[in-house]
């Protein structure tokens, strides 16, 4: 007996000592020079416009635009803006490709109409990509525009057309830089360190000249920051962004400029996000049943319509080119899980885009100019996903169903959270009345449009919130 008590005992002290020790863990906050400076969502005007933006488009122009994918006769299928780096071509010779550059077609108001028309809100312009040739006469470097046949400011005409047509301009720009002999992959010697530092005092120059020049910039975007040398600089990254925030108040950053004191990167150390909104999402999406802790945060998505095709590659063959019913459903999904999408192009070198992606932009601001409502300013609704499409919440509370797949049943299946109910349903855009029958508490079969639209559409429910429910819709006691 008196053993097992002394048992007893024994075993109460070690589990009160493990759960404190536990609780003191889950407390615990490792200390952090660089790490998160936003707590939760910024809700300032300047982010809710990038937020209610919704949809972007990127465009990756650069020197790589030239070859579209080939060297030396060789079609190399990764994307075409590592071209330099597949081809192994050594930076002095790929610069030579500069003498090419005379885009006579290029005409930014017709970039901008595109954009507009595309129903784009905003505009991510490579500045300057890996390879380090500048769309700016930056002073800080000889591979700009301004050392080129062309010689305009390509970037600087840009940004005035699309910001005539009322579009945000964000600027991507590559810390890597294969064009610098200071930028280092790791720093393995004081020698290492001693360059990368004046490495990263040219690119605050370019930075601080970048927001000086073109100060109605709304974002920086920021690639080729995934190096040991940068994660190494934590301090540096958290430096940029203040920086820029100083100089360009409202300023959006992404989250994969950020490293923290520790190296780790997008998220700090103690799991707060850095910079403005998560940019980890290129090329995918998240689950939309499993991952809705994306809901907690900003976030923008990055697509291209081949697989793995940024800039300008001549072959779209070699790959899956994606329709533009896939790159709405990519948009949709997006939203209805609280994030932005931006669809990605690569221009010609000639200044002009090819068929495809003049194509794809019709189509999608076709569609958009019926449907947009369910798409900009729109939110993760909070209702459980179905397998028709996606559901989406305006600003005023209505919620958005957007079908993708016409169901043969003829109705679509809506399971409303607790307390909300469906008082009515209508067609977007003709305004049909849809019928709704109430089938089980919380939930719904809505009927599909009496003709079919032929085309992914959009079923606006009035929801309310319910008053206490008894009777048949009582919940069983188990
Ligand atoms: O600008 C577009 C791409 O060029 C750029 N980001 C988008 C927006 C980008 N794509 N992939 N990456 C950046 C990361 C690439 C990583 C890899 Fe590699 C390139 C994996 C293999 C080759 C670098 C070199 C990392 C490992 C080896």
Redesign the pocket.
């Known amino acids: 007996m008196k053993g097992t008590k002394r048992i007893i005992t024994l075993f109460a002290l070690v589990t009160a000592i493990s759960f404190l020790s536990s609780a003191q863990e889950i407390k615990k906050e490792i200390p952090l020079k660089y790490g998160a400076t936003n707590e939760g969502k910024r809700q300032d005007q300047a982010m809710q416009k990038f937020r209610d933006n919704r949809l972007g488009a990127?465009i990756?122009w650069g020197l790589y635009a030239i070859p579209g994918g080939e060297w030396n006769g060789k079609v190399y299928g990764g994307?075409a803006?590592?071209l330099k780096?597949w081809a192994k071509v050594p930076s002095d010779e790929w610069m030579k490709l500069m003498d090419q550059w005379n885009p006579t077609k290029f005409d930014a108001k017709k970039w901008a109409k595109m954009a507009k028309e595309m129903g784009v809100k905003y505009i991510k312009i490579?500045t300057k990509?890996?390879e380090g040739f500048c769309l700016w006469p930056s002073k800080y470097s000889k591979y700009t525009v301004a050392n080129t046949p062309y010689k305009k400011d390509v970037l600087g005409e840009m940004v005035k057309a699309y910001n005539d047509e009322g579009i945000d301009v964000h600027f991507?720009f590559s810390v890597m830089d294969w064009s610098h002999p200071d930028y280092r992959y790791s720093i393995k010697s004081v020698e290492d360190s001693i360059a990368f530092n004046r490495f990263l005092e040219f690119t605050d120059n370019q930075l601080k000249e970048l927001a000086t020049r073109y100060p109605t910039v709304k974002d920086f975007w920021f690639?080729?920051t995934?190096d040991a040398s940068i994660k190494k600089n934590g301090w540096w990254t958290a430096h940029a962004e203040q920086m820029l925030k100083e100089m360009l108040p409202g300023v959006t950053i992404n989250s994969r400029l950020r490293a923290d004191d520790k190296g780790k990167r997008h998220f700090d150390s103690n799991g707060r996000l850095m910079g403005d909104y998560e940019s980890g999402y290129?090329r995918r999406l998240p689950d939309p049943v499993k991952d809705l802790k994306v809901t907690q945060w900003d976030w923008e998505a990055?697509m291209t319509i081949p697989e793995n095709q940024?800039g300008y590659h001549k072959d779209w063959s070699l790959s899956y080119v994606k329709t533009p019913i896939e790159v709405i459903d990519r948009i949709v999904h997006a939203v209805s899980m609280g994030g932005n999408m931006v669809v990605n192009f690569g221009p010609q070198a000639d200044g002009d885009f090819r068929p495809e992606e003049k194509e794809l932009a019709k189509a999608i601001g076709k569609w958009m100019s019926r449907y947009g409502e369910a798409v900009y300013a729109c939110d993760y609704a909070g209702f459980d996903k179905q397998g028709w499409g996606y559901y989406t919440r305006g600003k005023n509370g209505e919620v958005y169903m957007v079908v993708f797949n016409q169901p043969y049943s003829g109705h679509l299946t809506v399971k409303t959270p607790k307390d909300i109910s469906v008082e009515k349903a209508s067609l977007l855009g003709t305004g049909e009345e849809i019928q709704v029958v109430e089938t089980a508490r919380n939930e719904y079969n809505v009927s599909v449009p009496k003709k079919n639209p032929g085309e992914p559409y959009v079923i606006q429910l009035k929801v309310r919130a319910a008053k206490g429910t008894k009777g048949i819709y009582r919940d069983a006691l188990t």
């Open positions: 990127f990756h994307a803006e590592w780096s490579t990509h890996h991507y690639d080729g995934w290129e990055c940024w």
